[in-house]
């Protein structure tokens, strides 16, 4: 006679929970009772595969980098122009109940990389995606985030809100970012936004790569990135200054007033972005003015659009370190100043906290391994 208690325990092995608010973890409640028994795993995992990355046309290098990071392959995605320039994306694998993440920078030719990123979106949610997710570690249009009263009678545009809505249209349920320009735009989605920060990489890097930072200062170009310098001070232990700056119109910087001292000291610009670098370049003329004994300038977001490299090649800097949320491969050819901190740990380890239900907030003040 078999025994009666040994069949209940097996029955209850096989017990699937029938409701769940998540789907993901439902998907993983189920997963973890099949893989009680040992003669079914090849076939769970050969059904149940509940996570896909795909990668846009603006940054194959990180997403390669995130998935390697993951131990798992990319998706199979294919995207092409029409004659008349219209994106087709299509989606060669399915996608049915899985947590798929597209990772898509705001790069290179920016409005047709987010019209792709809108596609694809789309196209992962009505093939019946469980939940999809945007990587975008350079956010477009962030800079474009209130009403500007240097701007004719404030007639400007909040673009960073109408791009917030067109992603949340589109079907994104969640967004993934980096140092958005101001931290305020998560408020203009209605989804969820794990907004990660460059710092802990950025600290690592200043450890790592200049001997004499503890006699350096942190220096914000402009009072608006005040709060990321003070925080960057206080965790290396140095002092911070701040440079007053009034822009006459976009890209133009007017004049400079240097808040702090710099004397005797090795001066570390810190920013979320540059662009044509005039502010840094001019920012780093006026510590060398001031007494610094070398000037770094670290961003998160090297743009680095019209006359960028040449400036920089002909500055006073000892180097201009960026992040790779943005291709820097061509801009390091041009250029032997800049230097790259890779973040695609990050992004990787952000990937795989969300899709397990794991707390992000681990990301903001340390750099995974």
């Avoid at 809100?161 to 079907?171: E, H, I, Q």
Wanted: with cysteine; glycine share 6%.
């Amino acid at each position: 006679m078999p025994d009666t208690n040994s069949l209940k325990s097996d029955q209850n092995d096989c017990v699937m929970p029938v409701r769940s608010a998540n789907p993901i973890r439902a998907r993983s409640l189920i997963r973890d009772n099949l893989e009680k028994q040992a003669g079914c795993l090849n076939l769970i995992h050969s059904r149940m595969p509940n996570i896909k990355v795909f990668s846009g046309t603006s940054h194959p290098d990180l997403a390669q980098r995130i998935v390697d990071r993951l131990g798992i392959d990319l998706g199979k995605v294919v995207t092409k122009k029409f004659s008349n320039l219209e994106t087709c994306v299509e989606i060669g694998e399915s996608v049915r109940g899985e947590d798929v993440y597209i990772v898509q920078s705001g790069s290179g030719e920016i409005n047709d990389n987010l019209m792709e990123l809108l596609i694809m979106i789309n196209a992962c949610k009505i093939a019946s995606a469980s939940r999809v997710t945007a990587v975008i570690p350079c956010f477009p249009y962030a800079r474009q985030d209130k009403k500007d009263k240097a701007h004719a009678q404030s007639r400007a545009p909040i673009s960073a809100k109408l791009v917030a809505n067109m992603l949340s249209v589109a079907g994104a349920d969640h967004i993934i970012t980096m140092d958005l320009h101001a931290s305020q735009i998560q408020g203009f989605f209605d989804i969820p936004v794990d907004n990660l920060y460059a710092e802990p990489a950025v600290l690592k890097w200043i450890k790592e790569n200049i001997p004499e930072w503890k006699n350096s200062i942190i220096v914000s170009p402009d009072a608006g990135g005040a709060k990321r310098v003070t925080s960057i001070a206080d965790r290396l232990n140095v002092e911070f200054a701040l440079i007053h700056k009034e822009r006459k119109k976009a890209n133009e910087v007017a004049s400079m007033v240097l808040v702090g001292d710099v004397k005797d000291k090795i001066a570390i610009l810190v920013d979320d972005m540059a662009d044509t670098c005039g502010t840094i370049v001019h920012a780093a003329d006026r510590l060398v003015e001031a007494g610094a004994t070398k000037v770094y300038a670290i961003l998160t977001h090297g743009i680095f659009s019209g006359p960028a490299i040449s400036r920089i090649n002909n500055a006073c800097f000892e180097a201009v370190v960026v992040t790779n949320t943005i291709p820097q491969d061509g801009h390091m050819r041009d250029c032997p100043k800049i230097q790259c901190i890779d973040v695609s740990m990050m992004f990787a380890e952000a990937v795989r906290r969300t899709h397990n239900g794991e707390s992000v907030s681990y990301l903001f003040s340390n750099v995974p391994y």
